[in-house]
């Protein structure tokens, strides 16, 4: 039970570092296009600054990648990148010039770059049929934290005072508050974070005790392989019978020799020593589902961040909105999220996580083609153009969290356990890039919204298609599966 609450702590204390980088978003991003212009910059500085963060954590997440991987403990990386969020972020509070501010940006985005750790951690410490749906909730976290984060705008934007030689106003101060919640988090990590044994390890067994009396009661929903690695964390006998009965069905199988499962375990084999050695081979990261899901994780964020940076001023020149007016939008559309994610982590339990997939693309479809008709030239009165705004906004949402969701659990799956930190910091290096190209892209476009959209339906429509033509192979590769259709037939 001693393992099993430091593990619940954990999973908890993950969640408020997610929460943080969502209220970090949502305190900074409503004010820095006016906190731009107030030091005189250029209309493009709006995307090279939102383009900076993501930059530094693409370039840092597969580093922090293999730090875990090879040390297999997160705590120390999570406290080490946390002074880079506390550093940029009071870099952002001074703001004497617009240079100051992009750099700032760059240093906070290195503290960005462990989630390539948190996610490998997560992905060693859970069973393949509950992964989606821890992943799902630790991004509803952040999506609270884009929630929470308007509310805090709310008394932030009232702020007009002097700290030492500093100014602090409803531009400076969400810098200034940002850095105090990062280092209360430094405390928080802690008190509250142990690197508990992956699942599938021996030492795994504390982890996996808690979870006997429920594999009593009902089997888990995996493969045979699955099984033997659970039952052999528990009990010695049960793992003698399970193994020989794996290696049965392996030797029956007149397919062994083409599976995806058995050449990542002869590789695997080869790489005991060094496990990073396996991705020297480039057939890695372009395996046909591989590349399907690293296309999947570029075109969504590339959309999302683009439209991101096209709505404050959409909103300005249309709505006229202001600070207080795109936080109470973005609150909105945080309760929108938060709903999305928790039913897409029911969803997960009832249907495959390649089904998920396919109904979040055709969702972001639908909502790219409402915005290429009804926003790029609005008609009617205020109160339609509104409500069209509104319909595109929440069909985008809307598709965000089961792309999300299931194609970061896919991808845990279809990659090597060993060396899950650095196959995670490849993918958000991926996404990294595509939150870089998105805002500029969308910067330099806001008044020639077809362009800009008709580019972002392109890239959905070809996902969407490489996603139906690659389906069979959306799914977590196991040799026993194919052993046992060899059987059955």
Known sequence: MENHRKRTVTFLTIGLIFMLSGIEYAVILPTIWRYLQILEAPPYFLGLGLSAFSLSALLTGPLFGVWSDRSKATKSIILFSNLFEIAGNFMYFIGYSKWLLLCSRLVAGVGAGAGSSIFGFLTRSTLPEERAGIFAAIMACRQAGLLVGPAFNLFLRLCDFKLGPFV??????????????WTLLQFVVLAGYWDVPPISSQGGVVVLEMKQEEEEEAPLMGSDEEEAR??????????ETSSASQRAHQTSNPFKNFSVSNVEEEQSEKANEDPFIQFYLITEFLREEVVVLLT?????????????????PLTQ????????????????????????????????????????????????????????????????????????????????????????????????????EKTQGFSQGVRRSVGGLATILGP????????????????????????????????????????????????SG
Do not use: H
């Open 296 to 312: 999947a994780q570029f075109i969504t964020l590339f959309n999302q961040t683009a439209l991101e940076t096209m709505v404050t």
């Open 230 to 239: 659970t039952y052999r964390a528990v009990d010695s006998n049960q793992s």
């Open 317 to 416: 020149r249309y709505f006229s909105f202001g600070e207080l007016g795109n936080s109470l939008m973005y609150s909105l559309c945080g309760v929108e999220v938060i709903v999305g994610f928790f039913f897409v982590r029911w969803l997960s339990s009832k249907v495959a996580d390649r089904v998920v997939l396919a109904v979040g693309l055709v969702i972001c479809c639908t909502a790219c083609i409402w915005c290429l008709v009804f926003l790029c030239k609005p008609r009617g009165g205020f109160e339609w153009q509104l409500s069209a705004f509104i319909v595109g906004v929440f069909l985008q949402l809307l598709g965000l969290p089961f792309v999300a969701v299931s194609q970061v659990s896919l991808f845990s799956k279809v990659t090597a």
């Open 440 to 487: 500029l892209w969308a910067g330099g476009l806001t008044n020639n919204l077809y362009i800009m959209l008709g580019m972002m339906l392109a890239l959905l429509v070809m996902i969407t298609v490489m996603t139906v033509l690659s389906y069979e192979r959306l799914a977590e590769p196991r040799v026993v599966q194919c052993a046992q259709s060899a059987d």
């Open 168 to 181: 602090v106003n409803k531009y400076t101060s969400p810098g200034i508050f940002m850095c105090l919640l």
